[in-house]
C-alpha cells in the first residue's frame, strides 16, 4: 500500500470557480481577492485581512508596517519552520529564540519575559501544529512591556484559544495556503488585521508601495498613483482567491473530518507505551494541522525509515532553526542551546493526516507502526 504525506482537498466547487476566475476581466489582485478576504475576516471575526502570496512574505510584510528594522529584536522559537525567523531576518532584526514547552512544542512562556530587552520590539508566536499558545498571557507580557504581537499562525486557521481565534488579540496573524495546509492554493497568504491603519499599510506595502491599486484605478475614476514608500510585490491574485473561496465555506466540516481521523488514531496508538502524543492546553480548539508523535530518539530514525519503506508518507517538524548550518555559521548557534527544542526534535515524527485517508490506510499506518516499534525493540532492525 501507499500512503501520500499528504492529499488536498480540491473538488469540483474550486475547479469551477477557478474557471470562473479565468474567465473574469482580473486575474490578478481584484474583486475576488476582495471576496475571500471579506470572508476571512467574518470566519476569524478579525476587521480586516489582507491576501499575500505566502505566509513568509506576510510575516515579512508584517513586521515592515510595524517598522521593525536594524537594532530591533523580534522574539520567537526554534521549533518552528525556518520562514518565521528569515522573515526577520528580511527586515534586518536580530532574532532571539526562547525554548519551547516539552508538552505542547509552543514557546516557554515561563522564559519570555527573561528574554526580553530594551530593544525588544515583537513577539512573534508559532502555533505549532495548529495547537494555539496562550494568546492571553503572551498579549499580558506584551502589553507591560509595550510590545507588538505578529502570530505564526501558518498551522492554525480553525485553532482557538478560550474561544479567542487568531488575529483576535495580536497585531497580525498570518496564515499559509501552501501545497500541505488546511486548506491551499499551492502557495497563497493572508494577514488577519484588527486595526485599520495597519490593514492599509500592509496593503500599499503588499504592491509595490502604490497609492492605488489596479482594482481601484479600474472601479472609480482613473488617477495617476504615487509610491509614497517602498513596497514589495506580495500581493495574492485572483486564481489563488478562487481555489480558496471553496475551501474556506467548507472548513468547518473538513475540521469535524480530521477530528474524527484524530481521534481514530489516538485510540488505537494512546495506549502503546513507546508513542507519545503533544498535550498542548485543555482550553484550545485544535485546527489539527499535523499530527506528529513522539517516540524514543533511539528509535525515531529507525521507525521513519521502516515506515517510508512500507509506502507511508513520514515528515519531521521540525529540525529546529538554530541548528541550520546557516544559523550556526551566521550566529554561532550550538547543540544544547534551545534543549527542549532539539528534544522533541529527535524524538518527533509526522504521520500522514489529511480528509482523504481512509479508514483503512489509517489501519495500516496504526498496523505498521506497532509492527515497526516491535522490530525495532526485538533489535531486528538498525535504528
Ligand atoms: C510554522 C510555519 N511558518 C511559516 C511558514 C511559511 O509559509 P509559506 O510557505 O506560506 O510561506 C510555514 C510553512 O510551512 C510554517 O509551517
Redesign the pocket.
Given at each position: 500500500m501507499k500512503i501520500e504525506f499528504f492529499k488536498h482537498n480540491i473538488g469540483k466547487k474550486e475547479i469551477a470557480r477557478v474557471n470562473k476566475a479565468l474567465r473574469s476581466l482580473f486575474l490578478t489582485t481584484g474583486p475576488e481577492t476582495g471576496r475571500f478576504e471579506e470572508k476571512l475576516s467574518d470566519y476569524l471575526g478579525v476587521r480586516n485581512s489582507v491576501g499575500v502570496y505566502?505566509?513568509?512574505?506576510g510575516?515579512f510584510l508584517s513586521l515592515k508596517a510595524l517598522e521593525i528594522g536594524e537594532g530591533d529584536e523580534v522574539i520567537t522559537t526554534p521549533f518552528?519552520?525556518v520562514?518565521?525567523s528569515n522573515s526577520a531576518l528580511y527586515c534586518g532584526a536580530k532574532i532571539v529564540f526562547v525554548d519551547v514547552e516539552a508538552e505542547s512544542g509552543n514557546m516557554d512562556l515561563s522564559l519570555l519575559e527573561h528574554r526580553i530587552t530594551d530593544r525588544t520590539k515583537v513577539i512573534m508566536p508559532?502555533h505549532l501544529y495548529g495547537n494555539m499558545c496562550n494568546i492571553k498571557t503572551i498579549k499580558e507580557i506584551a502589553g507591560k512591556a509595550g510590545l507588538n504581537i505578529v502570530e505564526?499562525s501558518?498551522?492554525c486557521i480553525e485553532g482557538e484559544f478560550d474561544g479567542i481565534k487568531p488575529g483576535q488579540l495580536s497585531d497580525a496573524a498570518c496564515f499559509?495556503?501552501?501545497a500541505t495546509k488546511n486548506i491551499t492554493s499551492g502557495?497563497?497568504?493572508a494577514i488577519a488585521v484588527n486595526d485599520d491603519e495597519l490593514a492599509d499599510r500592509l496593503k500599499v506595502l503588499r504592491l509595490h508601495g502604490m497609492d492605488k491599486s489596479a482594482l481601484t484605478r479600474y472601479t472609480e475614476q482613473f488617477a495617476v498613483y504615487d509610491v509614497p514608500v517602498l513596497g514589495y510585490k506580495f500581493n495574492m491574485f485572483d486564481i489563488q482567491a478562487a481555489l480558496l473561496i471553496p475551501q474556506l465555506e467548507r472548513i468547518e466540516k473538513v475540521w469535524l473530518k480530521k477530528r474524527q481521523i484524530f481521534e481514530e488514531y489516538k485510540k488505537y496508538l494512546d495506549n502503546i507505551e513507546e508513542i507519545q502524543f503533544h498535550s498542548p492546553a485543555k482550553n484550545i480548539k485544535p485546527a489539527y494541522h499535523l499530527l506528529t508523535i513522539r517516540v524514543d530518539p533511539a528509535i525515531r530514525d529507525g521507525l521513519m525509515d521502516y515506515l517510508y519503506r512500507k509506502g507511508i508518507g513520514v515528515a519531521l517538524h521540525y529540525k529546529p532553526v538554530h541548528l541550520m548550518k546557516y544559523y550556526r555559521d551566521t550566529f554561532g548557534y550550538k547543540d544544547g542551546d534551545f534543549p527542549v527544542a532539539e528534544y522533541l526534535s529527535r524524538s518527533s515524527l509526522t504521520l500522514p493526516f489529511y480528509s482523504k485517508l481512509k479508514k483503512k490506510q489509517i489501519h495500516y499506518i496504526i498496523k505498521t507502526l506497532k509492527q515497526g516499534l516491535f522490530e525495532l525493540k526485538a533489535g531486528s532492525l538498525k535504528s
Amino acid at each position: 500500500m501507499k500512503i501520500e504525506f499528504f492529499k488536498h482537498n480540491i473538488g469540483k466547487k474550486e475547479i469551477a470557480r477557478v474557471n470562473k476566475a479565468l474567465r473574469s476581466l482580473f486575474l490578478t489582485t481584484g474583486p475576488e481577492t476582495g471576496r475571500f478576504e471579506e470572508k476571512l475576516s467574518d470566519y476569524l471575526g478579525v476587521r480586516n485581512s489582507v491576501g499575500v502570496y505566502s505566509c513568509t512574505s506576510g510575516l515579512f510584510l508584517s513586521l515592515k508596517a510595524l517598522e521593525i528594522g536594524e537594532g530591533d529584536e523580534v522574539i520567537t522559537t526554534p521549533f518552528t519552520f525556518v520562514a518565521t525567523s528569515n522573515s526577520a531576518l528580511y527586515c534586518g532584526a536580530k532574532i532571539v529564540f526562547v525554548d519551547v514547552e516539552a508538552e505542547s512544542g509552543n514557546m516557554d512562556l515561563s522564559l519570555l519575559e527573561h528574554r526580553i530587552t530594551d530593544r525588544t520590539k515583537v513577539i512573534m508566536p508559532v502555533h505549532l501544529y495548529g495547537n494555539m499558545c496562550n494568546i492571553k498571557t503572551i498579549k499580558e507580557i506584551a502589553g507591560k512591556a509595550g510590545l507588538n504581537i505578529v502570530e505564526d499562525s501558518a498551522h492554525c486557521i480553525e485553532g482557538e484559544f478560550d474561544g479567542i481565534k487568531p488575529g483576535q488579540l495580536s497585531d497580525a496573524a498570518c496564515f499559509s495556503f501552501y501545497a500541505t495546509k488546511n486548506i491551499t492554493s499551492g502557495e497563497g497568504g493572508a494577514i488577519a488585521v484588527n486595526d485599520d491603519e495597519l490593514a492599509d499599510r500592509l496593503k500599499v506595502l503588499r504592491l509595490h508601495g502604490m497609492d492605488k491599486s489596479a482594482l481601484t484605478r479600474y472601479t472609480e475614476q482613473f488617477a495617476v498613483y504615487d509610491v509614497p514608500v517602498l513596497g514589495y510585490k506580495f500581493n495574492m491574485f485572483d486564481i489563488q482567491a478562487a481555489l480558496l473561496i471553496p475551501q474556506l465555506e467548507r472548513i468547518e466540516k473538513v475540521w469535524l473530518k480530521k477530528r474524527q481521523i484524530f481521534e481514530e488514531y489516538k485510540k488505537y496508538l494512546d495506549n502503546i507505551e513507546e508513542i507519545q502524543f503533544h498535550s498542548p492546553a485543555k482550553n484550545i480548539k485544535p485546527a489539527y494541522h499535523l499530527l506528529t508523535i513522539r517516540v524514543d530518539p533511539a528509535i525515531r530514525d529507525g521507525l521513519m525509515d521502516y515506515l517510508y519503506r512500507k509506502g507511508i508518507g513520514v515528515a519531521l517538524h521540525y529540525k529546529p532553526v538554530h541548528l541550520m548550518k546557516y544559523y550556526r555559521d551566521t550566529f554561532g548557534y550550538k547543540d544544547g542551546d534551545f534543549p527542549v527544542a532539539e528534544y522533541l526534535s529527535r524524538s518527533s515524527l509526522t504521520l500522514p493526516f489529511y480528509s482523504k485517508l481512509k479508514k483503512k490506510q489509517i489501519h495500516y499506518i496504526i498496523k505498521t507502526l506497532k509492527q515497526g516499534l516491535f522490530e525495532l525493540k526485538a533489535g531486528s532492525l538498525k535504528s
